[in-house]
């Protein structure tokens, strides 16, 4: 198929590194479905790709709700007919606090938003992509370097960036007799709002507070267009895409 005719799904797609993927997959020539919690953040990065080319379809979902999801990959049905690529981007984290004072809410809404979204949108996935024509497609899961080593008062999503890359490993093993693969991209110090406060100082295993270098999101945009783009016979399984000169070889 032409590169026109490919249709990208991105969940987080109204802010940060979501953005960046679904623009520069507009850019490449996806159709693209942004799916997030809010529409307005989704409209905007609507019109954002609007000069593209591509196709847009926004649609609000609330990844860790199963209805949700399924009236999504409906809708992603219905518009397009089928589905190449899944990005599973969307997460959060739970306040910087002691692991023994993380309330239960606080542990379950990470979980839901990381995790269960992850594994509820590759079961939509993979509906779609073993019986349409041509067979297969291809996910990419949005590990985050706390897939390998968490930073301090993290518990929560830490644990469930290990547990995505549990995820990631049996996907592709699973995906493999529908043509489906499946990698994951491991994100350091994004230039986003969400690690706004890095430029101020956070908090290092030693227990001291400092700045931290951040990268301009569109270098993990490329990075996941990349991989993206590769034949189904070939897979970047893990790849880690980060800030030079932040502090992650040797943190912990």
């Known amino acids: 198929m032409a590169s026109t005719e490919k249709v990208a799904l991105i969940t987080g797609a109204g802010t940060g590194v979501g953005r960046a993927v679904a623009l520069a997959l507009l850019e490449a020539g996806y159709s693209v479905v942004l799916a997030g919690r809010r529409r307005e953040p989704l409209e905007e990065t609507a019109a954002q790709g609007a000069g593209s ?50 309330t239960f809410d606080q542990w379950k809404n990470v979980v839901d938003a990381n995790l269960t979204g992850a594994f509820l949108c590759t079961q939509g996935a993979f509906r779609l992509m073993k019986d349409q024509e041509p067979r297969g497609g291809r996910i990419i899961n949005n590990g985050s370097i706390s897939a390998t080593t968490p930073r301090p008062n993290s518990a929560p999503y830490t644990a469930t960036k290990h547990a995505i890359t549990g995820l990631t490993k049996s996907t592709s093993l699973d995906g493999r007799k529908y043509d489906i693969a499946c990698g994951q991209i491991d994100i350091g110090n994004a230039a986003t709002d969400m690690t706004e406060r890095m430029k101020e100082g956070v908090q290092q295993a030693d227990g001291s507070f400092a700045p931290e270098p951040r990268m301009d999101p569109r270098h993990v945009a490329n990075a996941v267009v990349h991989m993206a783009s590769l034949p189904l016979e070939a897979n970047v399984l893990f790849m880690t895409v980060m800030a030079t000169k932040m502090p992650f070889v040797g943190r912990g």
């Open 53 to 102: 080319g591509g196709r847009t379809l926004v649609v609000p979902t609330d990844i860790g709700d199963p209805a949700s999801v399924e009236a999504l990959f409906a809708k992603t049905k219905e518009e397009f007919g089928r589905l190449d690529l899944l990005f599973n981007n969307a997460g959060s984290g739970a306040p910087a606090i002691p692991l023994e004072e993380l």
